[in-house]
């Protein structure tokens, strides 16, 4: 179940935390995978040898999901590579949290525009390609804040809460075409992005979770290979949340 084999996946943000467990977890079905990533060097090079030892297959290339141009170039690179591309997962994202009255506009402005922007970027980047194959999945990444809101976080509420609408117009727009759009919600998992949680913080969402704990990454990759997979083909445009019962 959910063989992948033979189709080709980008994965924003897939050198570390819950995408690259979805990359390894696609390469694992038979995906050849590529990650993206914008920063740290050192993460994707681990996560590419990581790639390669599954099945011999991988590639990582740095560009920033809010930059047109630099999306635009990692798209063509990878059609130039490995012919096409099946499965994108938007997964690429940063928090910057601050009460609104204390926001600083850039910290605003960067989580539109990686979080968000990003998601428009990559998605129109592939669609020639899906079209070309008349099958695609993409798979966005939102969160929990998009659903219940959280103090402090605007910025990625709005982010996400974006994400969740345009899934749901895409999801209309390719249906004809094979290609399916959803919504991916982790819950609180644990990865860079929650390590800087506080004590007090970590308790707190604890207490919210009916299964009591964080999830891992791992937990949400299953989600995603389901998603990617044939097996899901008559579904689109939902959100499926993977937290815990949080929401
Ligand atoms: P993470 O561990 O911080 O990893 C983020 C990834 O995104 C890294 O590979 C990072 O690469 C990349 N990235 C950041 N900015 C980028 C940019 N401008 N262009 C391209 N890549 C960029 O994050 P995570 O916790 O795994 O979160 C992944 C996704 O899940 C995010 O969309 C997040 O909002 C969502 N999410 C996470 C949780 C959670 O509890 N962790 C819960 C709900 C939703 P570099 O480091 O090289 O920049």
Not at 197 to 209: D, H, P, T
């Amino acid at each position: 179940m959910y063989s992948l084999d033979g189709k080709v996946a980008l994965v924003t943000g897939g050198s570390k935390g819950i995408g690259k467990a979805i990359a390894l977890a696609l390469a694992h079905r038979g995906a050849k995978v590529c990650i993206n990533y914008s920063s740290d060097d050192k993460a994707a090079e681990n996560t590419l040898s990581e790639l390669m030892e599954i099945n011999g297959w991988g590639m990582k290339i740095k560009a920033d999901v809010s930059d047109t141009d630099d999306v635009k170039r990692m798209v063509a690179t990878i059609v130039k590579e490995a012919d096409t591309v099946h499965i994108l997962v938007n997964n690429a994202g940063i928090i910057r949290d601050s009460l609104l009255m204390l926001m600083k506009d850039d910290d605003w402005r960067r989580v539109i525009e990686i979080n968000l922007n990003g998601v428009y970027n990559c998605s129109k980047a592939v669609l020639r390609p899906m079209i070309g194959e008349k099958w695609g999945r993409i798979i966005n990444i939102v969160s929990p804040s998009a659903i219940m809101g959280r103090p402090g976080q605007t910025n990625y509420a709005a982010s996400k809460g974006g994400i969740y609408s345009f899934t749901k117009s895409l999801a209309k727009e390719l249906a004809r075409l094979g290609i399916t759009v959803n919504a991916l919600s982790p819950g609180v998992i644990e990865t860079e992005l929650t390590k800087v949680l506080e004590e007090k913080v970590r308790r707190e969402f604890i207490g919210m979770i009916p299964l009591g704990r964080f999830g891992n990454p791992s937990e949400v990759a299953h989600a995603a290979c389901f998603l990617a997979s044939g097996e899901s083909q008559y579904i689109t445009g939902v959100l499926i949340s993977v937290d815990g019962g949080l929401t």
